[in-house]
C-alpha cells in the first residue's frame, strides 16, 4: 500500500531553505551579540574584522559538519554518538586555532602570549557555539523524523480503516446477488418469465445506482433510502402485497450522513427471515429521527422474530446466533453492519437488536448525527445527476419499445416516504 507523503510545519516544508535561513541567522546573531559587546567596550572598530574572520570560520566549519552529521543521522546510537564526539572535538580544534592564530595577529608585538596560551584561552567560545549548533541540528532533524513517524502512522492507519471499510462493502455485493440471484432462479423454475426478466433489469439498475458510491463513502440518508426504494422494487416483483413498507424519516435526518449501504441488508434480512417465511408476507418499518445531536434508525418488521429470545440482543454471539438459526444463512448482513459502525464510529455509535415474546424484529443504529454541508456545492458542480438507467428487456428489445428508467420514486421529506400499507 502506497504511504501518502509527509507534510512537515510550513517553516520546515523545503529543509534547505529552513537550513540556509537558521543557518545565516543564528550566526548573523552571533556575530552581532559579539561586535555589540566589542562596541560596548570600547574596543576598536578594526577589531570588527577579526569576529568577522571568526564567525565566518564557524559558518564554514558547521557547514561541514552538517554534511557528516546528515551521514550519522539513523544510525546505530554507539555510531551516532562517538562519532560525533570525535568530529565535534575536531571542530573545535580546528575553530580555536583558527581563532589563536587570527588574533595572534591582529595582536602582534602587542601581547606575549603564546599560541597554547591563546589556543587554551580562546577555545571555550568555539566549543560553546559548535556544541551548542550541533545540539540544535540533532534536536531539530530528530523533531523532523518523529513528527514524519507520527504523520506516517496516522495515515497509514487511516489507509487501514478505509481498505477494511471497502472490504466490509465489497463483501455486501456478493451477498445481495448471492440471494438475488436466488430468487430469480426460483422464477425461473417456476417458468415465471417475464418477472424473471424485469427483476433482472431492476437488479441491473440497482448495482448501476449502487457502484457509483465509492466503498467506505459516507452518503446522505436521503441517498440511502433511494437506493432502498431500488432494492425493494426488485423485491415487490417477487412477494407483490405481501411485502408491505412504511418510511417516516424527518426533514433534519434527511440530510444526515451515514455510511453508504448500510441499511440495505436490513431490509435484505428483514425480507428473508420476516416476509418470506409467512404467507401472509410482513410489515417493514423504517423511522429515523435526530435527538440530542444524534441520528436514531430503527428498523422493525413483523415477523416471527428470534425464537426463543426476548428483549436486547446486543453482543455478536446473538446476532450470530440469529444468522446461524436460518439454514440458508450466509451470515454477513448483520455481522458485517457491526463491523462498518466500529470502524467507522469506534464505540461512538449503538447499535442493538431485539425481538418481542410475539414476534417482530427490531434493529436500533445510533449515529453521531453530521449533517451534508457539500450537497449545494455537489450540485453546482453536478447540475444534473445521472440516474441509472435500466437495460431493456428481451421483450421490449424485440418490440423496438424503449423501457423505462427503473429509478426510486420521489422522497418527500417531513412525513412518511415509502408507505406501502
Known amino acids: 500500500m502506497a504511504v501518502l507523503p509527509f507534510r512537515p510545519t510550513p517553516f520546515f516544508a ?4 529552513a537550513f540556509w535561513n537558521l543557518q545565516l541567522a543564528g550566526w548573523g546573531g552571533a556575530f552581532l551579540l559579539r561586535a555589540s559587546a566589542a562596541i560596548a567596550n570600547s574596543q576598536p572598530l578594526d577589531l570588527l574584522a577579526v569576529i568577522l574572520v571568526t564567525t565566518i570560520t564557524g559558518f564554514s566549519i558547521t557547514l561541514v559538519l552538517s554534511v ?6 539513523g544510525r546505530q546510537p554507539f555510531v551516532t554518538w562517538s562519532m560525533t564526539m570525535i568530529v565535534l572535538v575536531l571542530a573545535v580544534i580546528v575553530h580555536a586555532s583558527i581563532d589563536a592564530w587570527v588574533q595572534g595577529i591582529y595582536y602582534a608585538g602587542a601581547s606575549e602570549t603564546t599560541f597554547a596560551q591563546r589556543f587554551i584561552g580562546l577555545s571555550y567560545i568555539p566549543a560553546t557555539l559548535l556544541v551548542g549548533w550541533s545540539a540544535l541540528y540533532y534536536a531539530i532533524n530528530f523533531f523532523l523524523t518523529v513528527e514524519e513517524q507520527a504523520d506516517r502512522l496516522e495515515r497509514l492507519e487511516a489507509q487501514a480503516t478505509s481498505a477494511q471499510l471497502a472490504m466490509l462493502r465489497y463483501q455486501l455485493n456478493p451477498h445481495f446477488l448471492f440471494n438475488t440471484l436466488n430468487s430469480i432462479s426460483t422464477l425461473v423454475l417456476l417458468k415465471q418469465t417475464e418477472p424473471a426478466n424485469a427483476m433482472l433489469t431492476r437488479l441491473s439498475a440497482f448495482l448501476r445506482h449502487t457502484l457509483i458510491t465509492e466503498p467506505g463513502s459516507q452518503v446522505t440518508l436521503e441517498q440511502e433510502v433511494e437506493t432502498l426504494q431500488l432494492y425493494l422494487g426488485i423485491e415487490r416483483m417477487r412477494f407483490e402485497e405481501r411485502l408491505r413498507t412504511h418510511f417516516e424519516i424527518s426533514d433534519e435526518a434527511m440530510q444526515a450522513q451515514l455510511p453508504s449501504m448500510l441499511l440495505q441488508p436490513l431490509i435484505e434480512n ?17 423511522v429515523a429521527e435526530v435527538s440530542d445531536g444524534r441520528l436514531k434508525i430503527t428498523v422493525e418488521d413483523t415477523g416471527p422474530g428470534i425464537f426463543g429470545t426476548a428483549g436486547y440482543a446486543t453482543s455478536q454471539g446473538d446476532l450470530l446466533s440469529y444468522a446461524a438459526a436460518q439454514s440458508d444463512s450466509t451470515g454477513v448482513g448483520l455481522a458485517n453492519i457491526r ?10 455509535h449503538r447499535f442493538e437488536t431485539r ?6 424484529f427490531t434493529v436500533l443504529i445510533e449515529i453521531p448525527y453530521d449533517a451534508e454541508i457539500k450537497q449545494e456545492a455537489e450540485q453546482a458542480q453536478n447540475p444534473k445527476s445521472e440516474q441509472p438507467e435500466a437495460l431493456p428487456s428481451p421483450a421490449d428489445q424485440a418490440s423496438g419499445k424503449p423501457s423505462e428508467p427503473a429509478t426510486a420514486p420521489p422522497l418527500q421529506a417531513g412525513r412518511p416516504i415509502g408507505s406501502n400499507a
Open 14 to 17: 523545503n529543509k534547505n531553505r
Open 68 to 73: 557528516i552529521y546528515r551521514q550519522l543521522f
Open 270 to 286: 428483514a425480507i428473508k427471515y420476516a416476509v418470506s417465511p409467512q404467507e401472509e408476507g410482513a410489515r417493514i418499518s423504517l
Open 339 to 348: 463491523s462498518r459502525l466500529a470502524q467507522a464510529y469506534g464505540d461512538n
Open 355 to 360: 425481538t418481542g415474546q410475539g414476534g417482530g
